[in-house]
């Protein structure tokens, strides 16, 4: 027995080279890269400000306009352009470069400053380590600075200007040798949760 | 995945790079009269007629945007080096002192005191996110299967602020102006501001319609000032189901020459 079969309209071709298409390493990776960016980026957003409730320097709203996504030869790479964000994330060592000590903010009004930044610094050496502080206008003024200088602390102190203006002495930055930060795998969303996103955006692409 | 060579942002430094520094004595509500073309492809800032300062501006905002990976000596693993925004501060602080710069009087530590904290925090943040904005905007509309799969975009807050601007009445009015009711019913239905990328909302946000003086008039956030807003992919699926595209559809990318951003200034 034999079986002529005669295609008299081929549906099937048309829409498999539709799905070839669909299937390009170059669309998978315009489905998946925007969708993992995306996801860092809110995962970033939803990390919140600093721990001790300083007035934010916005690092991880920053660390998510630094983010961004490429197609590479594997596939797709998320990157985050942003200093700090790799030391957060896998820890380690920081030392000082190009001095002898880090600064390390220990005052609302010294986080997210470069002790360069305040005029008028001087070294304070305590049992518990050593410290750059500021005269408070106060004591600036028992020193007999000029009003320009005077003008220049008030304004560098910012924070709580009437308490500031009052106090002696204000402690603005500690001095380290270093310092071992330890790692924060929170500071990425879960690669489970990136390839489920990855796998999510490629399926719509596929289905569109 | 790899973590220990960063690629840069290519489109974000390239727009940078193609910005051409401009010294002004123009005020900022001046310079926003100026052509948008020739303020894209400038770097510049209100009232700095100091070459030197926007050259160093530059340099550190490419630094910001593009940190590199170097070996230090001893060490085995390299670590990542780049300027940040305090760092840059200090930087441009202590070219103003070596210049002797000294603000007008009454203007100190005012936005108009080239040395003051809020003045360089407004530069560094405006031309970091410039970069950044122009770079998404390339990339999101650049390629024919992101605008496919992506078609959207979604305004949102990525910074709080104690008084946050009205971004909500902006996008009902910038609806109105591009006549884009999918947009201004997608507020009023989800509570997004989501639109198409090819609508004419997000050039009308960034021309500040309605009468908003603090945009910058581009098409890509930040869109204004210090406005703490930026902008996200919004995939097929959800802009379909915000009513902002019908099923299988074709999606366009947004009325721009994209070459443009990185002609070099005449």
């Not at chain 2, 102006?177 to 507020?187: I, N, S, T």
Request: aromatic share 6%.
């Amino acid at each position: 027995m034999s079986v002529t079969i005669e295609v008299t309209q081929d549906k099937a071709t048309p829409a498999i080279e539709k799905l070839k298409k669909r299937l390009t390493p170059q669309r998978l990776a315009s489905a998946a890269g925007p969708a993992c960016a995306r996801l860092v980026q809110r995962h970033f957003r939803g990390l919140g400000t600093n721990k001790r409730g300083w007035p934010s320097t916005h690092f991880w709203a920053r660390a998510a306009r630094a983010t961004f996504w490429s197609r590479e030869p594997e596939g797709v790479m998320v990157s985050v352009n942003q200093i700090g964000v790799r030391q957060r994330w896998l820890g380690g060592q920081i030392k000082p470069v190009n001095a002898r000590a880090l600064t390390i903010p220990v005052s609302p009004v010294a986080y997210g400053h470069r002790a360069s930044e305040f005029p008028g610094l001087f070294l304070l050496k305590t049992k518990k380590g050593a410290y750059l502080a500021q005269r408070g206008v106060e004591g600036a003024r028992a020193e007999k600075i000029s009003a320009k200088l005077r003008k220049t602390l008030i304004h560098s102190m910012g924070g709580n200007a009437n308490r500031r203006q009052r106090a002696r002495l204000n402690i603005l930055f500690k001095l380290s040798s270093g310092v071992d930060q330890a790692p924060d795998p929170n500071v990425l969303p879960a690669m489970t949760e990136l390839s489920a996103t990855a796998t999510q955006a490629i399926k719509e692409a596929i289905a569109r | 995945m790899i973590f220990d060579a960063p690629i840069p942002f290519r489109e974000a430094v390239k727009q940078l790079a193609a910005r051409k520094v401009m010294p002004t004595s123009l005020s900022s509500s001046e310079l926003a009269q100026l052509n948008r073309e020739v303020m894209r492809t400038s770097f510049t800032s209100a009232r700095t007629t100091l070459e030197g300062l926007l050259e160093r501006y530059k340099v550190g905002v490419e630094s910001i945007l593009n940190p590199q990976q170097v070996l230090r000596e001893g060490a085995t693993q390299t670590v990542t080096e780049g300027m940040d925004p305090a760092s840059l501060r200090a930087f441009i602080k202590g070219y103003l002192k070596e210049i002797q710069y000294r603000p007008e009087e009454g203007t100190e530590g005012t936005i108009k005191d080239l040395s003051s904290d809020a003045r360089i925090n407004l530069v560094v943040k405006t031309n970091v996110e410039l970069a950044q904005g122009a770079g998404k905007f390339v990339q999101g509309n650049a390629d024919e299967d992101v605008v496919d799969l992506w078609p959207a975009w979604e305004l949102v807050r990525y910074e709080d602020r104690d008084e946050p601007r009205d971004w909500a009445q902006r996008w009902r009015l910038a609806a109105q102006v591009a006549g884009d009711p999918k947009a201004a019913a997608c507020l009023g239905l989800s509570g997004r501001m989501c639109a198409l990328k090819s609508s004419g909302i997000w050039q009308a946000l960034g021309d500040g319609e309605g009468g908003y003086e603090d945009t910058l008039g581009n098409p890509f956030p930040p869109f204004a000032f210090n406005s703490g807003m930026w902008c996200d992919d919004v995939s097929r699926k959800e802009a379909t189901d915000l009513g902002l595209i019908e099923e299988g559809a074709e999606a366009k990318p947004a009325q721009f020459d994209l070459g443009s951003l990185f002609k070099e200034a005449a």
